[in-house]
DNA sequence: GCATGATCATGC
DNA sequence: GCATGATCATGC
């Protein structure tokens, strides 16, 4: 039963109705909580976020901190969330989608109860009972400020019956996703990356367990819409002009994000590389990076990205599920030329993140699309375009090799043989470990970064820069034959 | 031939 | 100027 601080005829909006509520909270935009907040005595000095959605509703929407189950705004019905932003640098590659403003994170809406999921239908779910009309109040971060001091940039309506018919059929099929594996008895193994737009998140606790009906005890994990998704709702809603394109057109109702993915390229798979330069009208560049190039044009002219956009930004479904391309070529047998390389670590940092908070996590825990090129004769075609994610275990084992980088960094234990003519390391080899190595990632051997420890062997307190890679075996089992 | 160290062009 | 996304090259 919700009860109101002020008589219900006083409130300065009709709680029965959506549109009220909406404008009149549009009147915290650009303001502060405390702008508006009146109570006797003063305000407390309140720095958790947390509390800061409990304060707003009792002091701007004057209605009492409700502990049931039912919404915020019972009668629309109307969830409230309130949520960080940052702003969008110009180096940022949401910064197309996003605007000015892109989400700090992820937005955790309601918690997964897996016993109950199995036995139930999307339309009836829990999820969408909760969060099918969502109020939202993004404020700027800033650490340890008082939240009565926050400064609330954007705020509206996120509704589930509103957004276009292909943006539900990404979330419907993520909740699905969930749900089976639920199923399969599989909820402990579920990954954030499993998932486009809606993702099942870990609560920050990692020892906050819940049972599962068919599966061991599994870490309890909220149904949360992904960063990348949040910074399209963030633009649409402070009507930011985002210059983005979708893979999807107003009459697709009933086409996943892979399926879109593959209609798309299906016209040029099996085309030579130079045929396929020739059609975009494009030529190929004579450097290292030349199939990546043709790749990214090849995207470009497919999705009408203009020459000059990075398709990760550009392309909306790209920015939101937050997908990350790679270009590979692969020999006659489908193993690929090289490992795949992800951006040099610096020595200094790695030894200061957990692997929750690593920058190799966070690259891996993302959608990837692969785009193969198979060698024929003394040329390339253009083979399959995978959309595809890490498993969970997989990420375990990409864990071993991260943890023992940093073990051995921490030590300074990094070089094996400065005598001989080549140094060699004791990082962990594509032989070591299923997924991924390391090697170096720099302009030559010169090129560093700083050590956090000298090495024991060398007595230096640099060392060239080097970098996680993926194993070549790992990309032809695991994501070109999707092996499971 | 493969593992691992070394290096390069591009684009922001 | 440097990070990025790759390929080249050496030596076991």
Known sequence: MISFLIPEKDLPYDPKDRKSVAEYTKLLENKTLRDYAYVPGGLDNVKNKGLYGQKIENLFFFIKTNNHAGADFPDIPLELKTAGLLSTSSRDRHKNISGKWKSKEALPMSAISF???VNEDFFSSRFLEKNKNILLIFYKFEANKVVYDLEIKVTGVWSFSEIPDYDKKIIMDDWEKIKSLVINGE???????DTDYLEAMPSATSDSMTSQPFGPKARTRKFSFKAGYMHSVIAKLGSEKTNT??????SDKNINLSDKINDKFAPYIGMDASLIASSIDVSIEDCKQAFSILSKRLVKAIFNVPEKGNIEEY??????????????????????KEHVSFPAFKYEEIVNQSWDTSDFKRHI???????FFKESGSSFFLDRAVYWNMSSNHMNEAKKVWDKTRELIQLGTIVKNVKHKRRYTYFPGSKDNLVAHVRPHAKDAKDTYKLPVNDISTKSSEYTKHCFWFNREYVKDYIYNLKK
Do not use: C, G, Q, Y
């Open 315 to 336: 392309v909306e479904e790209f920015s939101k599920a937050e997908v990350t391309i790679k270009t590979i070529r692969i020999n006659k047998d489908n193993l690929p």
């Open 245 to 250: 394109i979708s893979l999807f057109k107003k």
């Open 115 to 117: 016993e109950d999921i």
């Open 187 to 193: 909820a402990h193994n579920i990954s954030r990356k």
């Open 365 to 371: 825990d993302k959608k990837f699309l692969f785009i």
